[in-house]
């Protein structure tokens, strides 16, 4: 399986950029990277998904580079509404979840 | 489409009483995922079902913990005896691709043994 690694914590300001690395140098041919958000007292909510190179969506950005052993999500301008806990998923047989990143985002 | 159900949203029990967690997945989702989540471990897997079929239950801490899924629209996580260690937030999540690529979770039932 699997094993992804990331940071614990971060902190951010509000307006700026984050980027949060996800490290998974065991990643199999057929997976995919998944990343999630978790509010307090909420479940997780997917964000963005991808294979390799670059994926954009209207939340997010997620880079992957071509040996795929890592990737990171990328969230522009972020707001106090950001702060939460991020989750760097692999999909594999059985979802590994992790303790994620915690991210502050302060005004 | 109301997402995933989980019910009751809060529960709380004293010791040694029976404990049963209820969770109606997304129609037509054929993956069915239950979730331990504290403060302590994180995020963690309990069991997984495939098709109403578990797959792997190898999170399942010990036998006071028993998972079902009679059908494809409803399962339960029933915990007999419960202990105070039991206590967290158990989420249900429901996938429409077996390998578990996109999860939607439930809002949790946050359980507290007394």
Redesign the interface.
């Known amino acids: 399986l699997a094993k992804t690694t990331q940071p614990i914590s971060m902190d951010s300001y509000e307006g700026q950029e984050v980027n949060i690395t996800c490290s998974h140098n065991n990643i199999a041919t057929n997976d ?1 990277i ?1 990343w ?1 958000q ?1 509010f307090p ?6 964000i963005i ?1 991808g294979y390799k190179t670059k994926v954009t969506n209207e939340v997010a950005s997620l880079f992957i580079p071509a040996d795929r052993k890592s990737s990171t999500l990328s969230l522009p301008r972020v707001s106090l509404s950001d702060t939460a806990v991020y ?1 760097c998923l692999v ?10 990143t915690s991210l502050i985002v302060h005004p | 489409d109301a997402g ?1 159900i989980q019910s009751p949203r809060h529960e709380v029990t004293e010791m040694g009483q029976e404990v049963t967690l209820r969770c109606k997945p997304i129609s037509g989702h054929n993956s069915l ?1 239950w ?1 331990r989540q504290t403060m302590m471990r ?2 963690e ?1 309990l069991i ?1 079902f495939n098709n109403n079929v578990p797959i ?1 239950d ?1 999170g399942m801490p010990e036998d006071r913990f028993s998972a079902k899924m009679p059908n494809a629209s409803f399962s339960t996580l029933k915990i007999q005896p419960s202990e105070p260690r039991d206590s967290a937030v158990y ?1 249900c ?1 429901s996938s429409p691709d077996s ?10 039932t946050r359980l507290t043994v007394l």
């Open positions: 995919y998944t999630y978790q007292s909420q479940g997780p909510r997917f998904q989750y999909r594999s047989y059985i979802p590994t979840f992790g303790r994620g | 995933v995922f979730y994180g995020l897997l997984y792997d190898s989420f999540a390998l578990a690529g996109k999860q939607f979770f439930g809002p949790g």
